[in-house]
């Protein structure tokens, strides 16, 4: 899939499946973190295995159980950074080496469908508000969806790297026509408030794709600034 592919550099590995299809029989050491969830759960869950799997095969790794933790995060192996994302009808999934200079990735896949209008006040800053009442009326919604994805794909990306449990007014995201800026709000371990960080987004073939990278140290991250991003554009 070009389009998850152009959301990272070389040396990550990416891949994608549909949830509904069949997929390879799923890992024993993996089934106990889903046995009594819905079916269609399992299948999403034993896709986005597959994905990553996949994802780790492109780089020269061999494929491995990738178990959940308490917080149901993926646990890599040793070395291994990655994230899964999924919605109803398509799975992915991105990894990279640690050796490559890669802290974390942040993916995530969302419908290109309008995001309901209840939820807006809940996920989007007075600031992203108001940029949202400045684009056509037609696209508001969908872009408040694109906005909502960045969010996500940022929050899984610094999670593992310093363990806070952002909130969605904690973010403000500012979408360009392939990329998004993130400007924290709040500071979150080693991530100082005000730092912004860039990804990349695509809205094709019925998808919003956003994901992030981050590089690490041992003192929780080495984050690059950008300071002349507009966040209004």
Same mark, same amino acid.
């Given at each position: 899939?070009? %389009?998850?592919? $152009? /959301?990272?550099? *070389? =040396? &990550? ?6 949830? #509904? +299809?069949? !997929? ?10 889903v ?14 295995r597959?994905?990553?799997?996949? %994802?780790?095969? $492109? /780089?020269?790794? *061999? =494929? &491995? ?6 917080? #149901? +995060?993926? !646990?890599?192996p ?30 995530d ?125």
């Open positions: 899939m070009e %389009a998850l592919r $152009a /959301l990272f550099a *070389e =040396g &990550v590995g990416t891949a994608c499946c549909d949830p #509904r +299809a069949a !997929v390879a029989r799923p890992y024993r050491e993996e089934e106990r973190f046995e009594r969830a819905v079916d269609s759960r399992r299948r999403e869950f034993h896709a986005g597959a994905c990553a799997r996949m %994802a780790m095969s $492109a /780089l020269g790794l *061999e =494929g &491995v159980a990738i178990p959940a933790a308490p917080d #149901r +995060a993926p !646990v890599w040793e070395g291994v950074v990655g994230s899964i994302s999924h919605c109803a009808t398509l799975c992915v999934a991105a990894v990279a080496l640690v050796r490559d200079g890669y802290g974390s990735i942040g993916l896949v969302e419908p290109a469908e309008p995001l309901p209008a209840d939820l807006v006040e809940t996920i989007c800053t007075p600031e992203e508000e108001a940029w949202l009442g400045r684009q056509p009326p037609e696209r508001r919604m969908l872009l408040a969806r694109a906005i909502f994805s960045a969010k996500e794909s940022l929050y899984k990306c610094q999670y593992p790297l310093t363990g806070v449990l952002l909130d969605f007014q904690d973010i403000d995201i500012a979408l360009h026509a392939s990329s998004y800026h993130a400007r924290f709000r709040r500071d979150a371990a080693g991530i100082a408030r005000g730092t912004i960080l860039e990804g990349r987004l695509t809205i094709e073939d019925g998808y919003i794709l956003t994901g992030l990278t981050m590089t690490a140290s041992r003192h929780a991250g080495l984050f690059r600034r950008l300071e002349t991003a507009n966040l209004t554009d």
